[in-house]
């Protein structure tokens, strides 16, 4: 063996049905005192019961998929006008990236509290779009200094979105395969997170409001986060993040789309992880069992259906070959791009 990992420094707290009284303890831990609330309004149900809890001086609801800059631009000014010292987010990963957007140039610590199994709660991964291009990096300071996992936050998301959020996270699993800073220990807890999403998904898919399926679900998402922050954006990743800027397409269905494609593009040149996501699987082959378990969950298959055009295939290719990593385990092309690209957006089946 011969590489470096790195093990980003987070306290994880999982405080079932008691998230108001857990981010009170991680603020207080902090020696905090003024709390900036980052949340949509649509989240307002399950805000209240923790803002009741906290020191709050500032409730900011202007949250926008994918973190268009003019808005971390305001809710940065919100946050220097506030005098917060801490930021808690409750929400999805767009709700989540507007905090690390605030933390990237105010350098406020972050307590998050994810509503979904989007994972940016675990990374050290920032995004910001401006125009039609989303823009990502790396930056420390981005990272929250504590997660709270309720399942009990979970239990009225909708079904639909329970499972495009869920193979968001498998999506992080299977990256981190061969992510361009992928190392052993990355794959182990990819393949342990595959197995914790494959168990738990199915379960929340059947019952929303299950507890015991929801928090195997958030065990696997959080392993899939960890280890893609430390291996980096993958194929997968790099062609999601261009087509959400460049169409504005939903984060977590684009992910759940794509992921079939890549995994099938990927996999024959990549046989350590295909031993390893089938294993995770309980299948013979990797996108066997990643078919076996769309099929149960009725993935969202094309993604024409989520607002792509036809025309944003050839539009996309370009960028995606700057972007994709030259170590992908098969090497691109304009061709297989395309041809990957094409199948996605008709929904066929990946071979």
Known sequence: MNFTHE??????????????????????????????????????????????????????????????????VRAREAAETSGADVLVSVGGGSTTGLAKAVAMTTGLPIIAVPTTYAGSEATSVWGLTEGETKTTGVDNKVLPASIVYDASLLTSLPGKMTVASGLNAMAHCVDSMWGPRSDPIDRALAQEGIRGLAEGLPVVAADPASMAGIEQTLYGAYLAAVAFASAGSGMHHKICHVLGGMFNLPHAQTHAVVLPYVLAFNSPNAADADVRIATAFGSPTATAGLAALRKTLDAPRALKDFGMPESGIEKAVAPLLRAIPVNNPTPVTHENVTALLRAAWEGSEPA
């Open 7 to 72: 093990t980003l420094p987070q306290r994880v707290v999982f405080a079932a049905s008691s998230a108001a009284e857990a981010v009170a303890a991680e603020v207080a831990a902090l020696k905090c005192s003024r709390v900036m609330l980052i949340a949509s309004g649509r989240e307002a149900g399950l805000v209240d019961p923790i803002a009741k809890k906290l020191p709050v001086v500032l409730r900011h609801e202007d949250v926008v998929m994918h973190v268009p800059v003019e808005v971390a």
